[in-house]
C-alpha cells in the first residue's frame, strides 16, 4: 500500500499535532529517567558491545548529547578505542540530511546551536555505516519519536537508497511508549537499545 499516496496535507498535519503532545509527555518520561539512571549510559555500552557486531573498521555514527538525553559519550570512546571510524552528525540547514565528519577523543569542536557542537570543517566526511539515533520515545515496531525535525529520516532515507545502513535508537527504557505516532517519512529502525535490552526490529 502507498502510504505516502494516501496522504493529504490534513492528514499530515493532524500526525504533526498529536506528535506534539507526544513530545510532552515523553520529555517528561525521559527527564524521570535521566534523574533515576546515573549509571545508563555505561550500562547500554556494555549491553551493546556484548550484543550486536559491527563490521570491521565500519563508519559509526553518534550524536553530541543534550540536556537529559542519554550519554552516547561511552559509545564514541568505545567506538575510537575498538577501531571503528566514529563520526558526528553536521546540520546543513533546516530540511537537508545530515553529512557525518570524523571525530576522535580530544578534538576541538564547532559550536553548533541549540547546546550541542559538531566536527570542525577540516574534518574528513564520511559516509556512516552504523547511526546511533537519538530520539524522545520509542515502541516496539521498531519506530521513534524524534524532535520534530525529520533530519534523521532524510539522511536515513538517503542513504538507505545508496546502500545497506543499520540505525540503532539508544534511550533509556524508562522511554518505551506502547506505540509511536507514525507518519509517511517515518523511517524505522534495525534495533533499539536501552540499559536494559537490545531489542532487534529485522
Not at 546511533?132 to 525529520?150: E, I, K, Q, S, T
Request: a negative charge; hydrophobic letters at 40%; proline letters at 8%.
Amino acid at each position: 500500500m502507498d502510504l505516502e499516496g494516501m496522504m493529504t496535507p490534513s492528514n499530515i498535519d493532524e500526525i504533526d499535532q498529536r506528535k506534539k503532545m507526544l513530545r510532552k509527555e515523553a520529555k517528561k518520561n525521559r527527564a524521570e529517567a535521566y534523574k533515576h539512571n546515573p549509571d545508563a549510559a555505561e550500562r547500554l555500552c556494555k549491553r551493546l558491545f556484548d550484543t550486536i557486531s559491527f563490521p570491521e573498521q565500519a563508519v559509526v555514527s553518534a550524536y553530541w548529547p543534550l540536556g537529559d538525553e542519554l550519554d552516547p559519550m561511552p559509545l564514541l570512546q568505545t567506538l575510537h578505542h575498538k577501531n571503528f571510524k566514529p563520526v558526528l552528525p553536521v546540520m546543513l540547514g533546516a530540511g537537508k540530511p545530515l553529512i557525518f565528519r570524523g571525530w576522535a577523543p580530544g578534538d576541538t569542536l564547532d559550536d553548533a546551536g541549540f547546546g550541542t557542537k559538531e566536527p570542525c570543517a577540516d574534518k574528513e566526511e564520511l559516509e556512516p555505516d552504523v547511526l546511533f539515533v537519538p530520539l524522545l520515545a520509542f515502541d516496539r515496531a521498531g519506530y521513534r519519536l524524534g524532535y520534530g525535525g525529520g533530519f534523521y529520516d532524510r539522511t536515513l532515507d538517503k542513504l538507505r537508497a545508496k546502500k545497506s545502513v543499520t540505525a540503532i535508537g539508544i534511550a533509556y527504557a524508562g522511554q518505551e511508549m506502547p506505540a509511536v505516532i507514525r507518519g509517511p517519512y517515518d523511517q524505522p529502525l534495525d534495533y533499539i537499545v536501552t540499559e536494559q535490552e537490545v531489542i532487534k526490529f529485522s
